[in-house]
């Protein structure tokens, strides 16, 4: 098992990639490749304890910012630390890649560089929304694709399923279709096609959900357009965001109310706890023939080392095979269906 880390994507880096690598071969054992400014990375690697056969730095001399057209960004600067990564990927020498860099160009990167799995119209991108029972609830989309087709959200929905079993180690997800009410015949007419599409799918649908229900962990992955997908994620970060300092400014007014929040500490840790992006890795780009873990920008080290072990449970779980074998099915239950109505 090998995993390329872009040593110079996120807000953080290098500090909190190199220290989420080590932090990952100390705890799981695998070989890691960071790919980025050699001096920078062995300057941070300096105080560090890790087997260091089992780390591997390939030296590049450009960096992508959030700043920079993702398409062209890709194109032109091909000895970034992320371009560099994402072939190591095309060229099988590594079994996936983490990076806490543009959003932008990793997507970008990740269907160009990559490339879509033979089949899968558009690739999407995953993140995880944390929900009261102290799991997550995975958007597919999240933002990679603004306007969709049903066909495009048919194929996230199975995407998603088998990355619930095979990397979240659920037994059967429950996959849910974003709308504007839970009644069978909401919404508009992507919603409503893609409703019956999904229906006829192998999958435990159990149909439409309003976003105020996700929180509240109907479904184990919202099935919808990047658009609303992308929308509904922002949403949730700046109602939790505004909750938690609304929370600390109340708390901190008065003497009532610090002996309150001191009698409360424990609780409001394990609330922050379940709302912290860094306890679930990242998102991945479901779709491309290579295992895409795309970290927060902000990622400390420890959400790196999660993401890395997202990466990990990606490759062993063979999410791109099965996602292939599903085409597979799905295309000779169509070619039977048309068979039928010739007849």
Do not use: W
């Amino acid at each position: 098992m090998k995993i390329v880390i872009d040593a110079m994507g996120g807000d953080n880096a290098p500090q909190a990639t190199v220290e989420g690598a080590v932090q990952a071969i100390n705890e799981y054992g695998i070989d890691i490749i960071l790919t980025g400014d050699k001096e920078q990375i062995e300057k941070e690697l300096e105080s560090k304890a890790y087997d260091k056969n089992k780390l591997e730095i390939i030296h590049t001399t450009q960096v992508i910012e959030n700043e920079d057209k993702p398409v062209m960004a890709v194109r032109r600067k091909k000895d970034s630390s992320m371009v560099v990564a994402l072939n190591l990927v095309k060229e099988k020498k590594a079994d996936a890649i983490v990076s806490a860099g543009s959003t932008g160009a990793l997507l970008a990167g990740g269907t160009l560089i990559v490339g879509r799995i033979k089949g899968i119209d558009r690739p999407c991108l995953c993140p995880g929304l944390p929900n009261i029972k102290g799991g997550i609830t995975l958007l597919a989309d999240g933002g990679a694709n603004a306007d969709c087709k049903p066909k495009n959200l048919t194929q996230f929905a199975f995407m998603s399923d088998i990355y619930l079993r095979k990397v979240l180690g659920l037994e059967n997800p429950r996959i849910g279709l974003a709308n504007i009410g839970t009644e069978e015949g909401k919404g508009n007419e992507l919603v409503k096609e893609a409703f019956y599409d999904i229906k006829d799918l192998d999958l435990n649908f159990v149909g439409n959900v309003e976003a105020r229900d996700v929180i509240n962990s109907v479904c184990d992955a919202l099935i919808c357009d990047g658009f609303t997908g992308n929308t509904l994620l922002k949403s949730c970060e700046g109602v939790a965001m505004s909750l938690m300092k609304l929370m600390k400014e109340k708390f901190m007014a008065s003497f009532k109310g610090k002996m309150g929040a001191l009698m409360l500490k424990d609780s409001l840790k394990e609330i922050k706890s379940m709302m912290d992006y860094t306890e679930y890795g990242g998102a991945p780009l479901l779709g491309v023939k290579g295992g895409v873990i795309k970290a927060h920008g902000s990622s400390n080290a420890f959400a790196i080392k999660n993401a890395i072990n997202q990466a990990i449970k990606f490759a062993n779980g063979n999410v791109v095979n099965d996602i292939e074998q599903v085409l597979k099915e799905l295309e000779e239950k169509e070619k039977n269906k048309e068979q039928q109505e010739t007849k």
